[in-house]
């Protein structure tokens, strides 16, 4: 099973005519992307961001928005050969562990939740150093769904609840001493942007609204 991250922007004021458009094209959308290998798919949005979470079965999956849907979006440079994007791919920068492609998973009613966080540019390889040492020695430590996809500044975050019951996987890699911190949320703080203060504190992760799933 492959797991694919994307982000795409919905032009200025156009927010609910795309969550619209994509409701009314939704079914033959889903066709179209299941003959594609497409086997999950999740849709979040935060403000005018969209964020994609697919599960496929090959790595070729070149899928393509609904012609109503791509008129209400952006374009992102650096198409190969002029050609236009309408979402990017995100960098998979976390994953903890396989989620096994199981009927009884898929068909749970689980919740998918989309969570957003910005990253400061000085913290982005500290971040990720971090991630990477957890992923190699504390593999499927807590939730076998959680990735997490980057993009500029911005790091998307998926994950199912409750958690499936998978066993933990053994660890990866050994290095001369553990890297991952016991203090892990204090030492991972200072890497945001926070969304915004309330009584708690910073708010570093803010839940998306979910437009589509199946």
Same mark, same amino acid.
């Given at each position: 099973m492959?797991?694919?991250?994307y982000r795409a922007q919905v032009k200025e004021g156009c927010e609910v005519g795309f969550a619209l458009s994509l409701a009314q094209e939704a079914a033959s959308w889903q066709s179209q992307l299941r003959g594609q290998g497409v086997v999950s798919c999740s849709i979040f949005t935060k403000g005018s961001g969209v964020f994609l979470y697919f599960e496929t079965t090959g790595e070729g999956c070149e899928w393509e928005w609904p012609t109503t849907c791509k008129l209400l979006l952006e374009t992102w440079p650096g198409g190969f050969e002029g050609l236009q994007?309408? #979402?990017?791919?995100? *960098?998979?920068?976390?994953?903890?562990?396989? @989620?096994?492609?199981?009927?009884?998973r898929l068909?749970?009613?689980r919740e998918r939740v989309g969570m957003l966080a910005r990253l400061k540019p000085s913290k982005y390889s500290s971040y990720i150093f971090y991630h990477y040492a957890m992923q190699e020695e504390k593999p499927s430590c807590f939730?076998?769904?959680?990735?997490?996809? #980057?993009?500029?500044? *911005?790091?998307?975050?998926?994950?199912?609840? @409750?958690?499936?019951?998978?066993e933990h996987g053994a660890t990866?890699?050994?290095?001369?001493a553990p890297i991952t911190p016991d203090?892990?949320?204090?030492?991972m703080k200072p890497h945001f942007i926070p969304w915004s203060e309330n009584e708690q504190g910073p708010v570093l992760w803010e839940k998306m609204d979910t437009i589509l799933s199946f």
């Open positions: 492959m797991r694919r991250m994007r309408y #979402a990017v791919p995100m *960098l998979d920068i976390y994953h903890d562990g396989e @989620p096994e492609m199981r009927e009884d068909q749970s009613g939730n076998p769904t959680y990735i997490i996809g #980057a993009h500029e500044e *911005l790091i998307f975050s998926y994950h199912e609840r @409750p958690a499936p019951a998978f990866r890699m050994k290095w001369p203090n892990w949320h204090e030492t």
